[in-house]
């Protein structure tokens, strides 16, 4: 508690929706390809009964029904609150039991590489850096950037592209924001694109001549991270220093498939492009998971995002696995009982990680997740 506390003082936004990246809060404000779903999507009378009392995430709910995932009534989704940084909000509305199927996610509505289009495979292959993170990023990119001719062809494509368009936030510090409120020194003013695109793990003989170990930028995060998870600062500047590198190993190879790059108030539109890769990195890393999707006896995982999975809350010990039912459907089933108002869980430390990313506890989940205090 000392913990939290102490960083609710040095950085009270350190926890809120990041708004320098291609989505807003709420999701569908402003948007107007997520508008639509809004007014031409059916609803649930089942589920919409037993939600009276929470803050429903209607549009979420409403592009899963409406893209073919299955429900069970017994599940609601609420708006995640703002510490939770785009997890948890699903929820039992009543008992499950073991076992039972929650929902049934078609295949062709999550993200991996085993399913990406050419040009991403294309894209991730010319990578410094062959990584799960490079390609699950470069499946991503074309999901949010489709070319016409994909719209066209892939009947999930406009779906897909609205998946990543709602996505929050990704791991603690990759935002200006969760360092600290704009008027202060090495703040989100002196953050130019995201954290990941600011500075270099290779200027440490730079900084050195001023007695810094890495960027002043990186300093101060890394600082924070130590006050807040208990970490060393040198731990800190590890798990971000792993973070800089695999995103550029990737950004020349990928900043190509953002075909529209988020408007900001400076940079080259090349500049422009590249944040929006790091921007999306930390979505990707703070969202996969494994699943073997391979129709073959080999029995390897693959790093996917699923719908639904991906906004579950954290817990060791938790209560729903994906399952790739067959080879269109993927069902996300409960592994315990779940009793009424209880949240629906994953496990995040079983989820895909950098290769040098050697952080644990809360270091990891922090970083990575942007998971709050409370899942710590």
């Not at 315990?336 to 952080?359: C, F």
Request: charged share 20%.
């Amino acid at each position: 508690m000392l913990l939290v506390a102490a960083f609710a003082i040095t950085t009270s936004s350190a926890f809120a929706p990041q708004q320098t990246c291609f989505t807003r809060q709420p999701y569908h404000v402003n948007n107007p390809l997520l508008m639509t779903l809004d007014e031409s999507s059916p609803s649930s009378p089942s589920t919409a009964n037993t939600l009276d009392d929470i803050n429903k995430d209607d549009w979420y709910y409403q592009w899963a029904v409406s893209n073919g995932v299955e429900m069970d009534p017994k599940i609601a989704i609420r708006t995640p609150l703002e510490e939770e940084r785009g997890k948890g909000g699903i929820l039992a509305t009543d008992d499950v039991k073991a076992l039972e199927v929650l929902a049934k996610i078609p295949r062709s509505l999550i993200l991996s590489a085993v399913d990406a289009p050419p040009r991403a495979i294309e894209a991730a292959a010319n990578a410094n850096n062959f990584s799960w993170a490079t390609d699950l990023t470069s499946a991503a990119l074309v999901a949010l950037h489709p070319t016409d001719e994909e719209l066209v062809v892939e009947d999930a494509a406009k779906a897909k592209q609205q998946f990543v368009q709602s996505w929050q936030a990704g791991g603690w510090a990759t935002d200006g924001a969760d360092l600290g409120p704009p008027d202060v020194n090495f703040g989100a003013k002196d953050v130019t694109g995201s954290l990941l695109a600011t500075g270099s793990d290779n200027d440490h003989n730079i900084y050195s001549k001023f007695r810094m170990p890495c960027h002043p930028v990186l300093f101060r995060a890394s600082n924070g991270l130590s006050v807040l998870t208990g970490c060393t600062e040198e731990q800190a500047r590890e798990v971000l220093a792993a973070r800089g590198r695999m995103y550029r190993s990737m950004r020349d190879a990928l900043e190509g498939l953002v075909l529209s790059p988020t408007e900001r108030t400076k940079g080259s539109n090349r500049e422009k492009r590249c944040w929006d890769v790091a921007d999306l990195l930390s979505r990707v890393l703070s969202r996969a998971t494994f699943l073997n999707l391979n129709d073959d006896d080999d029995h390897i995982p693959q790093a996917v995002i699923v719908p639904l999975h991906e906004r579950l809350a954290h817990s060791s010990t938790e209560n729903c696995k994906l399952v790739a039912a067959s080879e269109n459907e993927i069902w996300l089933v409960a592994t315990q009982d779940i009793p009424a108002g209880e949240g629906l869980t994953r496990n995040y430390d079983a989820a895909p990680r950098l290769e040098q990313d050697e952080s644990e506890g809360a270091l990891h989940l922090l970083t990575q997740f942007g998971l709050p205090p409370s899942a710590w």
